[in-house]
């Protein structure tokens, strides 16, 4: 499949890897919007947060209950932000669904 993610999961394009398990990875953004900006990706494809649904929504929990040690590992230790850009009007622009975790500075109210 032509997914960038998908490549980066099964090794074909490096990344700068935070965390693996069997279900899913956490990389630095090539494009960091602040001092630390990582991904939170599942390892299957789902395209956006429009496709969760109670068939594969464990794999989104799973996520959730280990961004906390995924911050902390990152030396998040003052807050961070959780975003996730879902289809066309969000901006996606990669279509496998991910959770940017962002912080490490003061961010400002809003980010893009
Ligand atoms: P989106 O706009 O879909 O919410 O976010 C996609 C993110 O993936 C962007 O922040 C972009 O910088 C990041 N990204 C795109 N291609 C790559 C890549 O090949 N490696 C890494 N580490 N990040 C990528
Ligand atoms: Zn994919």
């Given at each position: 499949m032509d997914c960038i993610f998908c490549k980066i999961i099964n090794g074909e394009i490096p990344s700068n890897k935070l965390y693996e398990d069997e279900k899913i990875i956490a990389f630095h953004d090539i494009?960091?919007?602040?001092k630390v900006h990582f991904l939170v990706v599942p390892k299957?494809?789902?395209?956006?947060?429009?496709?969760?649904?109670s068939t594969n929504s464990q794999i989104i929990a799973h996520i959730f209950e280990l961004i906390p040690a995924l911050a902390k590992k990152a030396g998040l230790e003052n807050g961070y932000r959780i975003i996730n850009n879902c289809g066309e009007d969000a901006c996606q622009s990669v279509p496998h669904i991910h959770f940017h975790i962002i912080g490490g500075e003061k961010l400002p109210e809003h980010i893009k």
């Open positions: 494009n960091p919007e602040a299957e494809h789902i395209c956006c947060a429009d496709k969760i649904d």
